[in-house]
């Protein structure tokens, strides 16, 4: 126990939290956005594993990691896009349209490795680029404070300068107004000339965008590299921390660190004597507590809600 204690209080274990969170965080906005509008967007983890080996591509082609990221934004975004076009244009369900890409890109992704690279699951042969590393002046001197805070990917302090920029399009902006009334009364929207298909269209591909961060971070900031599911659920995990984070900004922030939280534990607690099988299902777990504590808590809220009008 006190080996456990003694790697969470440490500075490395705060580093690792914010490491981890990245990837989540951007998925996590991506699925506010969406769900402002009224769209679940389920795509979030083929999304994120089409653009993490997106940019592994372009960054090996032109020798320029933000090429790779540049390009995998943009896939993103047009996933995005495809999930808005099948469900909006098509009428087809928005959750099996999400789960058919997310099929698509779990093996997708390793045949088009295998046709560019030959490889199988593995970008071994790929000689991507990483994006690089900022080491914060000042900050970084400070102890325990300057380990954990600075020396991170540029994607790291991207993604909470996202979180700021969420929070001003959502309700700073009359896009985000917009996309706020459709995702509350789609019909009211509607009736005072806003059009419904149209927002919910460039929520889903802002939603794309912000996934196309997270994969980009995968395969260029927390590894070196593309690797088969590379993902490992975290769209998944992202919807549930958008969900418990109160579909708000700064909500979705702190769930996403509570997910990093458990995510970095599972890593940290390899060093120790704890079992493997044990160890991967840590951050698994801690969505299912999170999402339990949740839903039981708007439950309650519901109960309070009818009590009141009852009264």
């Known amino acids: 126990m006190d080996k456990l204690f003694a790697i969470i209080f440490s500075a490395a274990f705060g580093y690792s939290v914010l490491r981890v969170t990245t990837p989540i965080l951007f998925a996590a906005l991506g699925a506010l956005i969406s769900d402002k509008a009224g769209e679940i967007n389920i795509a979030l983890e083929g999304t994120m594993l089409i653009s993490a080996l997106t940019g592994v591509i372009f960054s090996a082609l032109f020798q320029n990691a933000w090429i790779g990221l540049l390009s995998a934004i943009i896939v993103g975004g047009l996933i995005g896009l495809l999930l ?80 700021v920029v969420i929070f001003y399009l959502l309700y700073k902006t009359p896009l985000g107004l917009q996309i706020r009334a459709v995702g509350e009364n789609p019909h009211a929207a509607d009736s005072v000339g806003i059009s419904v298909k149209k927002v919910k269209f460039i929520a889903l591909t802002i939603s794309g965008v912000l996934a196309g961060f997270g994969g980009a971070y995968m395969s260029m900031g927390y590894m070196s590299m593309f690797q088969k599911n590379m993902t490992a659920g975290r769209g998944f995990i992202a919807l549930a921390a958008e969900a418990m984070g109160g579909a708000t900004p700064h909500g979705t922030l702190i769930t996403s660190l509570f997910f990093g939280f458990a995510d970095a534990l599972s890593n940290h607690l390899q060093s120790l004597r704890v079992p493997p099988e044990f160890v991967r299902m840590i951050p698994y777990i801690a969505t299912l507590v999170g999402l339990v504590i949740y839903s039981s808590r708007k439950s309650s809220k519901i109960k309070k809600l009818k009590k009141q009008k009852a009264k």
């Open 84 to 163: 808005a076009f099948f469900a909006l244009k098509l009428k087809t369900d928005v959750i099996l349209s999400g789960i058919a890409i997310n099929l698509m890109a779990a093996g997708g992704t390793v045949f088009v490795l295998y046709l560019i690279a030959g490889n199988k699951g593995v970008s071994t042969e790929l000689k991507s680029k990483v994006l690089p590393v900022w080491n914060i002046p000042l900050i970084k001197e400070i102890p325990v404070i300057g380990t954990i805070i600075s020396g991170h990917n540029v994607l790291t302090y991207i993604s909470i300068l996202a979180v």
